[in-house]
């Protein structure tokens, strides 16, 4: 592992790249040093950070609940509801068969 300003050397890249199991040109290699290096070089910032006084957390922001409380209401009426029904069978929707004949 490298040290905070060092970049990564060419052969840690090949070697990563070896057990990502990548093909990479030589090309490839460069610039991959080069994103890897600034990569590594932002872990050390954040990891030289003091967070002594910082709570764990698993969202940055606080949560709250965005739904309406639960309130009981009256429902619709059932033979309105039947009544605007194309088919009605035993006060039921009557809806054609989907799986063909029962059984």
Same mark, same amino acid.
């Given at each position: 592992?490298?040290?905070?300003?060092?970049?990564? *050397?060419?052969?840690?890249?090949?070697?990563?790249? /070896?057990?990502?199991? +990548?093909?990479?040109? !030589?090309?490839?290699?460069?610039?991959?040093?080069?994103?890897? @290096?600034?990569? +590594?070089?932002?872990?050390? /910032?954040?990891?030289? $950070?003091?967070?002594?006084?910082?709570? #764990?957390?698993?969202?940055? +922001? #606080?949560? @709250?609940?965005?739904?309406? !409380?639960?309130?009981?209401?009256?429902? +619709?009426?059932?033979?309105?509801?039947?009544?605007?029904? #194309? *088919?009605?069978? @035993?006060?039921?929707? $009557?809806?054609?068969?989907?799986?063909?004949?029962?059984?």
């Amino acid at each position: 592992m490298t040290a905070a300003g060092e970049t990564i *050397s060419l052969e840690e890249v090949r070697h990563v790249a /070896k057990l990502a199991r +990548l093909e990479l040109t !030589p090309e490839e290699l460069v610039t991959l040093q080069a994103e890897l @290096s600034a990569l +590594l070089d932002h872990v050390d /910032k954040i990891r030289r $950070l003091d967070t002594r006084d910082v709570e #764990p957390t698993a969202h940055p +922001l #606080p949560l @709250s609940n965005v739904f309406r !409380p639960d309130e009981v209401r009256p429902g +619709l009426d059932r033979e309105e509801v039947l009544d605007a029904a #194309p *088919s009605v069978e @035993s006060h039921r929707f $009557l809806v054609p068969s989907i799986l063909g004949d029962a059984p």
